[in-house]
């Protein structure tokens, strides 16, 4: 034998096929399934032209995108100041396909039954491929509503807002067909209590809604700054308030706005954040003058609603990419889908990412029928209620997902370790665990009706004795207001299981319902994999595996 034969050590085998290229729409059988559910079904060859993408060369993106992170430009070679943020192509791509398929401008553009659906359908996917660049899109979609506060602004810049046209040239407004906005609310000294803040907003002229105004002060936390203008909170004498401030003045020179530095973040590599000092900013207030916080919290709802959205997507991804090497991986002569053990892990992470999709999307239809003051009221609490559960609970879910791959998940060969990064972001972004726990009981005791609505959207368990006691426990927690805000977490947790458990049971499909109120509701164990016995647990992978 020669010694180049004798140098061959080994055949590459036992490994799972690449998934490069799969439609991660006609994949995801309970995606399709409550989309339809929740009105969303008209939109199925959109989304099955997304998915296209998405599993393909918006998935290539994202791993060229995270390889090459934002760089940024304070000054050019020759000592101008430039304050300019560069991205690597794939990162454009991304973008530009997003904005060419409505992903900021869908539910605003064509506002029928299921739009708001529809859009977290696309984002569900575009999340998958690449959720960085969500921080721009979910922005930009958010943004909406405020800027309706204030007619005159909204005149002007709402056009290129909702506009299919992605342009990252930095110039004026003026020039472009389409704009993206981003958001600066926290400083150094307070975080998430912007009432510490101490930027401060002097009147050019008048004062008042819709008037100009010079900002001098900083943000600890701008997300991309590379957009063509931000919603900002700054004091006037009257309080805080909500202004619109652009990149660039009127005249087309450029506005008072300098970036510090790019943070070094734990994930979201593809995206820049980063800290800026307002030096005499030119911004228009937006909304009445002291009322800032109310202003922007119309903005901060529908981004709250997109990091459930988005970290429904992680899960999501992390599952397909479990399931996928589990279906073809085999261990002791036997794949590892249909063994015992894996088979519980899997199906129970299967649950967990049906619930929290189940919940995304009961979401987003609330907000399709905002106009229902029911629906409105419903969308106030579970905004604060998804966004805590659903965040809280996708890097633990992600991190079993990648133990599933073993060694192969834990390198950055594979997309899982990027998932992992990506997770924390979401619970932490636009208000951490503790913030939305509050937030639940304020909206609890201060709003009416918030409880009515809840219990009415609960129902009497819909025959499951197992709900019922769920449902009857948790009227009896809220109506104990001894240290409520010690309990605030378990409170936030267990209305989540609750509505969790009923969408899945009032869906139809017995197989995911009694199987999720066994495993969530009853005693299972505190990690996953510990579903009781009797659960149909190869159905449940079967129902959530890729199907390619």
Same mark, same amino acid.
């Given at each position: 034998?020669?010694?180049?034969?004798?140098?061959?050590?080994?055949?590459?085998?036992?490994?799972?096929?690449?998934?490069?290229?799969?439609?991660l729409?006609r994949?995801?059988?309970?995606?399709?399934?409550?989309?339809?559910?929740?009105?969303g079904?008209?939109?199925?060859?959109?989304?099955?032209?997304?998915?296209?993408?998405?599993?393909?060369?918006?998935m290539?993106?994202?791993?060229?995108?995270?390889?090459?992170?934002?760089?940024?430009?304070?000054?050019?070679?020759?000592?101008?100041?430039l304050?300019?943020?560069?991205?690597?192509?794939?990162?454009?791509?991304?973008?530009?396909?997003?904005v060419?398929?409505?992903?900021?401008?869908?539910?605003?553009?064509?506002?029928?039954?299921?739009?708001q659906?529809?859009?977290?359908?696309?984002?569900y996917?575009h999340s998958q491929?690449?959720?960085?660049?969500?921080?721009?899109?979910?922005?930009?979609?958010?943004?909406?509503?405020?800027?309706?506060?204030?007619?005159?602004?909204?005149?002007?810049?709402?056009?290129?807002?909702?506009?299919?046209?992605?342009d990252? +040239?930095?110039?004026p407004?003026?020039q472009?067909?389409?704009?993206?906005?981003?958001?600066?609310?926290?400083?150094?000294q307070?975080?998430?209590?912007v009432?510490?803040?101490?930027?401060?907003?002097?009147?050019?002229?008048?004062?008042g809604?819709?008037q100009?105004?010079e900002?001098?002060?900083?943000?600890?936390?701008?997300?991309?700054?590379?957009?063509?203008?931000?919603?900002?909170?700054?004091?006037?004498?009257?309080?805080?308030?909500?202004?619109?401030?652009?990149r660039?003045?009127?005249?087309?020179?450029?506005?008072?706005?300098y970036?510090?530095?790019l943070?070094?973040?734990? &994930?979201?590599?593809?995206?820049?954040?980063?800290?800026?000092?307002?030096?005499?900013?030119?911004?228009?207030?937006?909304?009445?003058?002291?009322? &800032?916080?109310?202003t922007?919290?119309?903005?901060?709802a529908?981004?709250?609603?997109?990091?459930?959205?988005?970290?429904s997507?992680?899960?999501?991804?992390?599952?397909?990419?479990?399931?996928?090497?589990?279906s073809?991986?085999?261990?002791?002569?036997?794949?590892?889908?249909?063994?015992?053990?894996?088979?519980?892990?899997?199906?129970?992470?299967a649950?967990?990412?049906?619930?929290?999709?189940?919940?995304s999307?009961?979401?987003?239809?609330?907000?399709?029928?905002a106009?229902?003051? +029911?629906?409105?009221?419903?969308?106030?609490?579970?905004?604060?209620?998804?966004?805590?559960?659903?965040?809280k609970?996708?890097?633990?879910?992600?991190n079993?997902?990648?133990?599933c791959?073993?060694?192969?998940?834990?390198v950055?060969?594979?997309i899982?370790?990027?998932?992992?990064?990506?997770?924390?972001?979401?619970?932490?972004?636009?208000?951490?665990?503790?913030?939305?726990?509050l937030?639940?009981?304020?909206?609890?005791?201060?709003?009416?009706?918030?409880?009515?609505?809840?219990?009415?959207?609960?129902?009497?368990?819909?025959?499951?004795?197992r709900?019922a006691?769920?449902?009857?426990?948790?009227?009896a927690?809220?109506?104990?207001?001894?240290?409520?805000?010690?309990?605030?977490?378990?409170?936030?947790?267990?209305?989540?299981?609750?509505?969790?458990?009923?969408?899945?049971?009032?869906?139809?499909?017995?197989?995911?319902?009694?199987a999720?109120i066994?495993?969530?509701? &009853?005693?299972?164990?505190?990690?996953?994999?510990?579903?009781? +016995?009797?659960?149909d647990?190869?159905a449940?992978?079967?129902?959530?595996?890729?199907?390619?």
């Amino acid at each position: 034998m020669t010694a180049s034969v004798l140098a061959e050590t080994h055949d590459v085998f036992n490994q799972a096929p690449p998934l490069d290229g799969t439609n991660l729409y006609r994949a995801d059988l309970p995606l399709q399934e409550w989309l339809r559910r929740y009105h969303g079904g008209w939109a199925d060859a959109r989304l099955e032209a997304y998915g296209a993408l998405a599993g393909g060369p918006l998935m290539e993106a994202g791993f060229l995108a995270n390889a090459h992170k934002p760089v940024f430009k304070s000054h050019d070679r020759y000592g101008h100041r430039l304050d300019l943020v560069e991205f690597h192509p794939a990162y454009h791509a991304l973008m530009r396909t997003a904005v060419e398929h409505g992903l900021p401008s869908l539910p605003w553009t064509d506002p029928r039954p299921g739009a708001q659906v529809a859009r977290a359908g696309l984002t569900y996917l575009h999340s998958q491929a690449e959720a960085a660049s969500g921080c721009p899109l979910t922005m930009t979609y958010a943004s909406v509503p405020a800027l309706r506060l204030q007619p005159d602004l909204a005149e002007r810049w709402l056009p290129k807002v909702l506009s299919t046209t992605y342009d990252p +040239r930095n110039v004026p407004m003026e020039q472009k067909a389409g704009v993206t906005l981003g958001m600066a609310m926290t400083e150094k000294q307070g975080g998430t209590d912007v009432r510490a803040n101490t930027t401060r907003a002097h009147p050019v002229g008048l004062p008042g809604p819709g008037q100009a105004y010079e900002l001098v002060g900083h943000k600890w936390f701008c997300s991309a700054p590379m957009c063509d203008a931000f919603l900002t909170l700054a004091y006037t004498d009257k309080g805080l308030s909500c202004f619109l401030l652009p990149r660039h003045r009127p005249d087309g020179s450029r506005n008072a706005f300098y970036i510090q530095r790019l943070k070094d973040k734990l &994930g979201n590599w593809a995206n820049a954040s980063s800290e800026v000092e307002y030096r005499g900013a030119l911004a228009w207030m937006i909304g009445e003058e002291g009322r &800032g916080v109310p202003t922007i919290i119309e903005m901060v709802a529908l981004t709250r609603f997109d990091c459930m959205v988005g970290s429904s997507a992680l899960m999501r991804q992390a599952l397909t990419q479990a399931i996928h090497h589990c279906s073809h991986r085999q261990v002791g002569g036997r794949l590892l889908a249909d063994q015992p053990l894996m088979q519980n892990v899997l199906a129970d992470l299967a649950l967990e990412s049906e619930a929290a999709l189940a919940l995304s999307l009961r979401m987003g239809n609330a907000l399709d029928n905002a106009h229902d003051e +029911r629906e409105s009221t419903f969308a106030r609490l579970v905004t604060a209620v998804g966004k805590y559960w659903v965040c809280k609970r996708a890097p633990a879910m992600i991190n079993e997902a990648a133990e599933c791959l073993g060694g192969a998940g834990y390198v950055e060969d594979s997309i899982l370790p990027r998932l992992y990064r990506e997770a924390p972001v979401n619970s932490t972004w636009e208000g951490s665990g503790n913030v939305q726990c509050l937030d639940v009981l304020r909206a609890v005791s201060k709003e009416p009706g918030v409880l009515e609505v809840l219990f009415d959207e609960l129902g009497d368990g819909h025959g499951d004795a197992r709900l019922a006691a769920k449902i009857g426990a948790l009227k009896a927690a809220f109506a104990d207001t001894g240290e409520i805000q010690y309990r605030a977490r378990q409170l936030a947790e267990d209305v989540a299981l609750t509505l969790q458990a009923k969408l899945l049971l009032e869906a139809g499909n017995a197989t995911v319902s009694d199987a999720f109120i066994a495993g969530r509701l &009853g005693e299972g164990g505190r990690v996953y994999g510990t579903l009781p +016995r009797g659960i149909d647990a190869a159905a449940l992978v079967a129902r959530s595996a890729p199907h390619v």
